[in-house]
């Protein structure tokens, strides 16, 4: 059972307001702790998939309040352990309404972690031309073991994953950061690469360069499930399962591909390099879109969901729409 302490100051002494806000929310435990200046300090133990109920509540009820902060707190135990015994689990299942909540982390503390991952810093920065350095020498070497090392690295996937929770949410500064940060690394990776490939020369034949100069309806497929995977595993928390979708849907092998084979002169190998990262993107934040959507990832007021529902429309027409482009022209060229 994944937990969650939820603590805010509330400027006041505390009444049973806040008793009756969350009466109907599924709180463990609710303390109030009276402070010697006359504020309360409100502690409220609750499952992770509860908290974003009673995070709205309180954030709708205070945040007009001066120096209003909510802090939330992952739990790694407690003592005595909390175990719902049967017969509650029974009656909580029966007296549970139709629409089920989704078993996730807050849209608060999802937000927070992507913001994060898609912010562009030196470090971001340092460990794009870092994880580029090693997926060329692993290229170069035609090591797999080097490659998957580049792989696991995988600094791109913040941004993009951040650009489908913006368009999810209706976002724009999310949306601009992620997009910035994105591009950023793209343009910075594929200079490098340009200039490494037309000083070195570049054997097209190595295995790891010339699996990554084509693309098929498997890699579309793999792509989109490895996005999936990625979104849910964001949403629920657990960031070890993210080292294996890093490798799945892995940006930067093809990415430097290209940029290798383009700056050796190789033109066409490198646009059929440029063909699979297209793919990785567009499959990538197609299924993380989907996959929010799937979990309930929207805003908390009327007026921004009626504008994330309209971002998120066009951004699914447009992937998708890139993506039967892509898949038509994967044909075609099998065919010919």
């Known amino acids: 059972m994944t937990l969650r302490l939820i603590e805010m100051i509330v ?45 709205d509540i309180l954030e709708k009820q205070y945040s007009d309040k001066e120096d209003y902060r909510i802090v939330v707190l992952a739990v790694e135990a407690t003592l005595p352990r909390i175990e719902i015994p049967e017969a509650d689990e029974k009656s909580a299942k029966e007296d549970q309404p139709e629409e089920k909540p989704p078993e996730r982390i807050s849209r608060h503390e999802l937000y927070d972690d992507i913001s994060e991952a898609a912010r562009f810093s ?100 793999l792509a989109l499930a490895a996005g999936c ?40 190998l490198a646009m059929g390099a440029l063909s699979l990262l297209l793919a990785n993107l567009i499959c990538l934040n197609l299924a993380a879109v989907l996959t929010f959507m799937a979990q309930g990832i929207r805003p908390a007021t009327w007026w921004e969901k009626d504008r994330a529902k309209k971002a998120t429309r066009i951004a699914i027409g447009l992937w998708v729409t890139l993506l039967v482009v892509l898949v038509g022209l994967i044909l075609l060229l099998r065919k010919s």
Do not use: C, W
């Not at 008793?19 to 435990?29: F, G, K, P």
């Not at 073991?145 to 580049?150: H, K, L, Q």
């Open 122 to 221: 030196k470090v971001y920065f340092a460990m794009v031309l870092l994880s580029a350095i090693v997926a060329t020498i692993g290229l170069e070497h035609n090591s797999v073991t080097i490659v998957i090392g580049a792989m696991v690295i995988a600094p791109l996937l913040g941004p993009n994953v951040a650009l489908a929770l913006a368009t999810t949410l209706g976002d724009l500064p999310l949306a601009k950061q992620a997009g910035l940060s994105a591009i950023a690394g793209i343009a910075a990776v594929t200079l490098m690469t340009l200039i490494i490939g037309a000083l070195l020369h570049v054997d097209p034949t190595l295995s790891q360069l010339a699996s990554r100069t084509q693309v098929g309806i498997s890699d579309v497929v």
């Open 11 to 55: 400027p006041e002494p505390a009444d049973g307001e806040l008793q009756e806000l969350l009466t109907e929310q599924a709180v463990m435990e609710l303390n109030l702790i009276g402070l010697l200046n006359g504020e309360t300090l409100v502690r409220i133990l609750l499952e992770a998939d509860k908290s974003e109920a009673v995070l």
């Open 229 to 268: 995977a990625g979104a849910l595993a964001f949403t629920t928390g657990v960031s070890a399962i993210l080292v294996g979708v890093m490798v799945a849907v892995a940006l930067l092998p093809p990415m430097v591909t290209f940029g290798l084979l383009l700056g050796g002169g190789q033109i066409d």
